[in-house]
């Protein structure tokens, strides 16, 4: 049980200041900042250990942002990748989940505040603090792109890019002039990851098979779907085999796809792109952005705090330990650290942080002594799919293409979902939508945020 400390900082108005710690347990206090995937698995392995648990997220939910893609695509209810934070971890008996948001980090007096919605400031005193901020959308210097190319990062992006890919349709389905309706019809995704690839293939899927039979007046097939990427490769990590088999598929699938080739500029109307041909204005109303990311202002917070450098990215640097120097039991993990073998920014690294950072304060709580082991990543290897029962995988130096990948990479991510229940959901959808009748059952549009959605309301 968590009770508020001393009388005079009782008060609940707003613009008051709670210090929050456990009753009278006399038990070392744990703050984690952050209900991702790194956040999560430190508190679930501090579960059994004699410690009380804070988590503190400025969302209610954990989201298992792998799958983002499919709810900006209408494959998947945002609900079923991302379940109430409090319920992924009501087995942890000595965790605490607090929606608040974390604006300052005091390392002398080992004292998190935060933001509650209700304008109050919590004070988390800690013992041992693990921050696990994740990342954002990185614009390489232009920031002002972000208003004509949504990234994906939360739910809410999702919703938003799904309401401003449909409703694209449904404005070339209104368009009277040819040049308008092309516009419209014109998507260009910015980055070859395997997020870019996922949602390149989910928008030819879109066209292709999913809406033609929906419209009267466009023909959805003529869409125009653009992926490009600075790199000289799609999935630049992967195999080489596996990167040109997905570009074969995607090209065989309508998809224009450029390599060697960046963006330079854009507005509400165009994107413009340099690449080996030279200069070129591309007309779309519809870009996205899955490019590059740059860690949590949580890393530049830690930084200023501890002195810790940050690289170019914005990432905190760590020891091997994932701890902070001059902090004494402060560590980060996951996207918004580099360590000193340069991990890759992925779920799984974050997942095996912060297991490792978990067990490590459970033994010291345990007053074991000496020098820990250094983290040491097990690279489980890497998949993304390129459409319905299309994916490609790597797996330990094995390379899968096709049918087999796409079976693979849908149990491991199904099994990564949080409850049976999610799980059960999320593979009807996948075989009403993705095979049986390519039926997409969330295709809701918001009027507000996503600028073509906002455009059908001003218009009505």
């Given at each position: 049980m968590y009770v508020h400390d001393s009388a005079p900082e009782r008060s609940t108005s707003a613009g008051s200041v709670v210090r929050m710690r456990a009753k009278d347990s006399g038990r070392p206090q744990v703050v984690v900042i952050g209900g991702?995937?790194?956040?999560?698995?430190?508190?679930?392995?501090l579960a059994r250990a004699d410690v009380d648990v804070t988590l503190?997220?400025?969302?209610?939910?954990?989201?298992?942002?792998?799958?983002?893609?499919?709810?900006?695509?209408?494959?998947?209810?945002?609900g079923l990748i991302a379940p109430a934070l409090r319920r992924v971890v009501k087995k942890e008996r000595n965790v605490r989940t607090l929606l608040a948001e974390v604006h300052d980090i005091d390392p002398e007096r080992k004292v998190v505040r935060a933001a509650t919605p209700a304008g109050q400031t919590l004070e988390l005193p800690y013992d041992y603090l693990v921050v696990a901020g994740g990342a954002t959308h990185a614009y390489f210097g232009h920031p002002q792109?972000?208003?004509?190319?949504?990234?994906?990062?939360?739910?809410?992006?999702?919703?938003?890019?799904?309401?401003?890919?449909?409703g694209a349709y449904e404005l070339a389905e209104l368009a009277t002039d040819?040049?308008?309706?092309?516009?419209?019809?014109?998507?260009?995704?910015?980055?070859?990851?395997?997020?870019?690839?996922?949602?390149?293939?989910?928008?030819?899927?879109?066209?292709?098979?999913?809406?033609?039979?929906?419209?009267?007046?466009?023909?959805?097939r003529r869409a125009r779907i653009i992926l490009l990427d600075a790199g000289p490769a799609v999935l630049g990590p992967f195999a080489p085999k596996l990167q040109a088999y997905t570009r074969r598929r995607l090209?065989?699938?309508?998809?224009?796809?450029?390599?060697?080739?960046?963006?330079?500029?854009?507005?509400?109307?165009?994107?413009?792109?340099?690449?080996?041909?030279?200069?070129?204005?591309?007309?779309?109303?519809?870009?996205?952005?899955?490019?590059?990311?740059?860690?949590?202002?949580?890393?530049?917070?830690?930084?200023e705090a501890t002195g810790a450098p940050t690289d170019r990215a914005g990432r905190v640097a760590v020891r091997a330990d994932?701890?902070?120097?001059?902090?004494?039991?402060?560590?980060?993990?996951?996207?918004?650290?580099?360590?000193?073998?340069?991990?890759?920014?992925?779920?799984?690294?974050?997942?095996?942080?912060?297991?490792?950072?978990?067990?490590?304060?459970?033994?010291?709580v345990k007053g074991h002594t000496g020098t820990p082991a250094p983290f040491r990543y097990v690279d489980k290897g890497s998949m993304a799919t390129i459409g319905a029962r299309q994916a490609v995988a790597d797996v330990r130096g094995v390379t899968i293409t096709g049918y087999l990948a796409y079976l693979l990479w849908c149990y491991v991510h199904v099994m990564f979902l949080v409850g049976w229940g999610n799980r059960l959901g999320t593979l009807y959808n996948w075989v009403r939508s993705l095979h049986h009748s390519r039926n997409r059952g969330h295709r809701l549009i918001s009027m507000t945020g996503a600028p073509?959605?906002?455009e059908m309301q001003a218009a009505a």
């Open positions: 991702g995937f790194g956040g999560v698995r430190a508190a679930k392995a503190v997220d400025r969302t209610n939910h954990h989201l298992f942002q792998p799958l983002l893609y499919q709810v900006a695509t209408g494959i998947l209810a945002p792109w972000s208003q004509f190319a949504p990234g994906m990062k939360t739910v809410d992006d999702a919703r938003m890019l799904r309401s401003h890919i449909l040819d040049a308008e309706r092309r516009a419209r019809l014109t998507f260009v995704v910015v980055g070859a990851g395997p997020t870019g690839v996922e949602i390149t293939g989910q928008l030819a899927e879109l066209a292709r098979y999913v809406l033609p039979e929906d419209y009267r007046s466009i023909d959805t090209e065989e699938m309508g998809v224009e796809v450029r390599v060697n080739t960046a963006a330079t500029d854009m507005d509400d109307e165009s994107i413009t792109v340099k690449g080996p041909a030279g200069e070129e204005r591309i007309v779309a109303r519809t870009k996205i952005w899955a490019a590059g990311v740059q860690a949590s202002p949580l890393a530049a917070m830690l930084a994932c701890s902070l120097p001059g902090a004494e039991g402060v560590y980060a993990i996951g996207d918004m650290v580099t360590t000193p073998d340069r991990l890759p920014g992925v779920a799984q690294v974050a997942m095996q942080q912060g297991t490792y950072v978990g067990r490590q304060i459970a033994d010291q073509a959605a906002e």
